[in-house]
């Protein structure tokens, strides 16, 4: 489940689980993501596979360890320890495949804390709640999201105490 950057833009590959991924064609990315891209992969999940662009931490520089989807791509940090990769990503692909249903971020966050291996789990929940802290306090939030990720950071607050 932890995915491995290869892969070159523009292309068709077939993934070791014979999953068919399209990598985007550089004209399909928006100019600042291939400038900040740091490598492409693939992830599956479910018997669906993913773009996963990892991004420098120059992207976006006032969210630690950030994660995010962007025309059915998920982005990640390369900031974030690649042991914890597989853990966000499912977050990500998790809270996505709910959009519109009330409480999705919140239940995606309890879904993927459990997955953590108890030994990270506190300094997984601390890298979490430093992302959703500053994401709060960003223009890239609209209400329905911002009250989503309210719920989440709550619960992981509670979970680090």
């Not at 523009?10 to 004209?27: F, K």
């Amino acid at each position: 489940l932890i995915p491995s950057y290869c892969g070159v833009e523009g292309t068709t590959v077939v993934s070791a689980y014979g999953s068919v991924v399209y990598l985007a064609a550089p004209s399909e990315t928006p100019p600042s993501m291939r400038t900040h891209t740091v490598g492409l992969a693939w992830f599956e999940w479910r018997d669906r596979a993913f773009l996963v662009r990892r991004l420098d931490k120059a992207f976006a520089p006032s969210l630690p360890c950030f994660i995010g989807m962007h025309n059915g791509s998920l982005l990640i940090s390369d900031e974030m320890p690649q042991r914890f990769h597989k853990f966000a990503l499912i977050h990500e692909i998790t809270c996505n495949a709910r959009l519109g249903q009330a409480g999705r971020c919140l239940e995606a966050t309890q879904e993927e804390i459990a997955m953590v291996p108890p030994p990270w789990r506190d300094e997984y929940i601390a890298l979490r709640i430093g992302f959703y802290d500053p994401l709060l306090k960003t223009a890239l939030v609209n209400d329905e999201l911002k009250s989503e990720i309210k719920a989440s950071l709550e619960y992981l607050r509670r979970l680090s105490f």
